[in-house]
């Protein structure tokens, strides 16, 4: 229980900064929002690696494709956001 | 060991968050991407040290395979479709969550180490929002394809079954905390909710896509910060939550742009409580139709410019013309600015970053209530396969569906050219007086080829 608690509580903490942080950005930059904090939630592919290197067959499989997936999330997200705000800046 | 790997986690946790902070302005944007990349890096590095790791053959393989593909669609992709690359994106998102979790449930000690309670309730929750969020993205990202089979699907009970199908999928998830060990429970769950995923964005459409997207990035974040729950991983749960923070916000934004709540959004049929006007009697005889010459001559006295753009500027893929057109009239000595609406285009800034792709600099570009109080002193306003957002009845008839939506107040200009292929109705489904007004002149025709002309003939002139 006191380990859930404790995730709760850094749970319910970030989701604060989060509206506060965000709130900040202009309406200029919400495509680049969107695709970056899409980089930023492939965040999961820490867990795929663990699965992927596991010793077990199964979650060796499904940890590849989870590997895969959240790979292409993170590389094409901040990829492709990069794109983006480097044509906002270009004209800065 | 451990506390080495959870310090690099912390400083990753706080590169997201830097991350979010930088987005504030254009100028600091760039680098804080690049600090967010590196945040990421130093997260999966650290991992691989993780003592349950027994073989990397795999790993490497799946990190290769995932960064060409990955790459290859952030380099290949049109801006003008973002919104099917973000939709996409976010169901991966969603779906490594499910796999994850999924993971964990077999490798309850090598995965998990949280409680069992803990792993098993966070389980289901990353399998659910996961695979909602993995099948609602790839049928969002069908629809903004076209897809022919992917229309807009209506039947009655829809919200009915919907409903059932959360219960049945809860009830499977309470089976899962029950006894974790019997893992079938949990595919089952996830069949459940990807069906629920499939039919909860079908009926949506058009319009309504940029609180879809933004409602389904959301939700990829809080399927990232339920993995954390199941692994007990502090950074995932900020990181996850963080990206939850931002989709719930921009929906947020996105809803109040169009006067409606989520729940209107997401079950809701657009249908207006008064009588409407047909079209015939909105438009007969009063809707005047110019050539490219006649609006030419409009700039040869104009001092200021304000160019609206919708989703019909991406479809004709007009924004560089739009840019040419721009530095045409700013050559003749005349003041254009941009004016874009929240929800113009099929996700928030959507029209932003078109415009910043044609270099025009996004100091230009102005908000709704930025640019609305001086229309009155504009001399033309052109707008660009927009309707809905520059329909007056949103201000005038409060039967109207989109009765009380804050509009671009184009219609003050002197006069308004609107460049559209047809009179078709927007979204909404209501004509726009706009079209009809005394002082708008229609330019029939896909916008990047009206445009052309228009161009020539300023040149001309």
Same mark, same amino acid.
């Given at each position: 229980?006191?380990?859930?608690?404790?995730?709760?509580?850094?749970?319910?903490?970030?989701?604060?900064?989060?509206?506060?942080?965000?709130? $900040?950005?202009?309406?200029?930059?919400?495509?680049?929002?969107?695709?970056?904090?899409?980089a930023?939630?492939?965040?999961?592919?820490?867990?795929?690696l663990?699965?992927?290197?596991?010793?077990?067959?199964?979650?060796?499989?499904?940890?590849?494709?989870a590997?895969?997936?959240?790979?292409?999330?993170?590389?094409?997200?901040?990829?492709?956001?990069?794109?983006?705000?480097?044509?906002? $800046?270009? $004209?800065? | 060991?451990?506390?080495?790997?959870?310090?690099?986690?912390?400083?990753?946790?706080?590169?997201?968050?830097?991350?979010?902070?930088?987005?504030?302005?254009?100028?600091?944007?760039?680098?804080?991407?690049?600090?967010?990349?590196?945040?990421?890096?130093?997260?999966? @590095?650290?991992?691989?040290?993780?003592?349950?790791?027994?073989?990397?053959?795999?790993?490497?393989?799946?990190?290769?395979?995932?960064?060409?593909?990955?790459?290859?669609?952030?380099?290949?992709?049109?801006m003008?479709?973002?919104?099917?690359?973000?939709?996409?994106?976010?169901?991966?998102?969603?779906?490594?969550? @499910?796999?994850?979790?999924?993971?964990?449930?077999?490798?309850?000690?090598?995965?998990?180490?949280?409680?069992?309670?803990?792993?098993?309730?966070?389980?289901?929750?990353?399998?659910?929002?996961?695979a909602?969020?993995?099948?609602?993205?790839?049928?969002?990202?069908?629809?903004?394809?076209?897809?022919?089979?992917?229309?807009?699907?209506?039947?009655?009970?829809?919200?009915?079954?919907?409903?059932?199908?959360?219960?049945?999928? =809860?009830?499977?998830?309470?089976?899962v905390?029950?006894?974790?060990?019997?893992?079938?429970?949990?595919?089952?769950?996830?069949?459940?909710?990807?069906?629920?995923?499939?039919?909860?964005?079908?009926?949506?459409?058009?319009?309504?896509?940029?609180? =879809?997207?933004?409602l389904?990035?959301?939700?990829?974040?809080?399927?990232?910060?339920?993995?954390?729950?199941?692994?007990?991983?502090?950074?995932?749960?900020?990181?996850?939550?963080? @990206?939850?923070?931002?989709?719930?916000?921009?929906?947020?934004?996105?809803?109040?742009?169009?006067?409606?709540?989520?729940?209107?959004?997401?079950?809701?049929?657009?249908t207006?409580?008064?009588?409407?006007?047909?079209?015939?009697?909105?438009?007969?005889?009063?809707?005047?139709?110019?050539?490219?010459?006649?609006?030419?001559?409009?700039?040869?006295?104009?001092?200021?410019?304000?160019?609206?753009?919708?989703?019909?500027?991406?479809?004709?893929?007009?924004?560089?013309?739009?840019?040419?057109?721009?530095?045409?009239?700013?050559?003749?000595?005349?003041?254009?600015?941009?004016?874009?609406?929240?929800?113009?285009?099929?996700?928030?800034?959507?029209?932003? @970053?078109?415009?910043?792709?044609?270099?025009?600099?996004?100091?230009?570009?102005?908000?709704?209530?930025e640019?609305?109080?001086?229309f009155?002193?504009? &001399?033309?306003?052109?707008?660009?396969?927009?309707?809905?957002?520059?329909?007056?009845?949103?201000?005038? &008839? !409060?039967?109207? !569906?989109?009765?009380?939506?804050?509009?671009?107040?184009?219609?003050?200009?002197?006069?308004?050219?609107v460049?559209?292929r047809?009179?078709?109705?927007?979204?909404?489904?209501?004509?726009?007086?706009?079209?009809?007004?005394?002082?708008?002149?229609?330019?029939?025709g896909?916008g990047?080829?009206?445009?052309?002309?228009?161009?020539g003939?300023?040149?001309?002139?």
């Amino acid at each position: 229980m006191e380990s859930l608690v404790a995730a709760l509580t850094v749970f319910m903490l970030a989701v604060f900064v989060g509206f506060e942080v965000i709130r $900040k950005v202009p309406p200029t930059l919400h495509t680049p929002l969107t695709s970056g904090s899409n980089a930023v939630s492939g965040i999961t592919l820490v867990g795929a690696l663990v699965s992927a290197g596991t010793e077990n067959q199964l979650t060796t499989i499904l940890g590849f494709v989870a590997v895969v997936v959240a790979t292409i999330n993170v590389v094409g997200g901040f990829l492709v956001t990069h794109r983006m705000l480097h044509m906002f $800046k270009r $004209k800065a | 060991m451990a506390w080495i790997v959870n310090l690099v986690y912390l400083i990753a946790a706080v590169c997201f968050i830097l991350t979010f902070k930088g987005l504030a302005h254009p100028r600091t944007a760039v680098r804080s991407n690049q600090l967010g990349a590196f945040g990421m890096l130093l997260a999966v @590095v650290v991992t691989l040290f993780d003592k349950h790791i027994v073989s990397f053959g795999t790993i490497i393989a799946g990190l290769v395979v995932g960064s060409a593909l990955g790459a290859l669609l952030a380099l290949k992709v049109r801006m003008t479709a973002m919104p099917q690359m973000v939709a996409l994106l976010n169901g991966f998102g969603g779906g490594a969550s @499910v796999l994850v979790a999924g993971s964990a449930l077999i490798e309850v000690e090598v995965m998990s180490g949280a409680s069992l309670t803990q792993m098993a309730v966070a389980t289901v929750a990353s399998g659910l929002i996961g695979a909602v969020t993995f099948w609602g993205s790839l049928t969002a990202y069908a629809k903004l394809e076209e897809w022919s089979f992917m229309k807009d699907v209506r039947f009655k009970g829809q919200q009915v079954l919907n409903a059932a199908l959360l219960l049945i999928a =809860v009830g499977l998830g309470a089976q899962v905390v029950r006894d974790p060990s019997a893992t079938v429970w949990y595919w089952a769950l996830v069949a459940v909710s990807s069906l629920l995923g499939v039919l909860s964005v079908m009926p949506i459409g058009g319009a309504d896509m940029p609180v =879809v997207i933004c409602l389904l990035n959301s939700y990829s974040g809080l399927a990232a910060a339920a993995t954390g729950f199941v692994l007990d991983n502090s950074m995932l749960i900020i990181a996850g939550s963080l @990206v939850g923070a931002s989709g719930i916000i921009l929906s947020q934004i996105m809803c109040k742009a169009m006067n409606r709540s989520l729940t209107n959004v997401l079950f809701g049929v657009m249908t207006g409580s008064g009588e409407q006007q047909s079209s015939d009697q909105v438009y007969a005889g009063k809707v005047k139709s110019a050539s490219p010459e006649e609006v030419a001559m409009l700039f040869d006295t104009a001092r200021r410019v304000v160019i609206v753009p919708g989703y019909g500027m991406a479809v004709s893929q007009a924004q560089h013309t739009v840019r040419d057109l721009t530095s045409l009239l700013e050559a003749k000595g005349i003041e254009v600015e941009f004016g874009v609406h929240p929800v113009a285009g099929r996700m928030p800034g959507h029209m932003n @970053v078109l415009l910043a792709e044609a270099d025009i600099p996004y100091e230009q570009v102005k908000e709704m209530d930025e640019i609305n109080s001086s229309f009155p002193q504009t &001399d033309v306003a052109i707008v660009i396969g927009a309707n809905d957002v520059v329909n007056p009845l949103a201000r005038t &008839d !409060p039967g109207s !569906p989109i009765a009380g939506m804050p509009i671009l107040d184009v219609d003050k200009a002197k006069t308004v050219v609107v460049v559209k292929r047809s009179l078709s109705p927007g979204f909404a489904g209501i004509p726009n007086p706009l079209f009809a007004a005394h002082n708008t002149l229609m330019m029939f025709g896909d916008g990047k080829k009206a445009l052309l002309e228009l161009i020539g003939a300023i040149k001309e002139s």
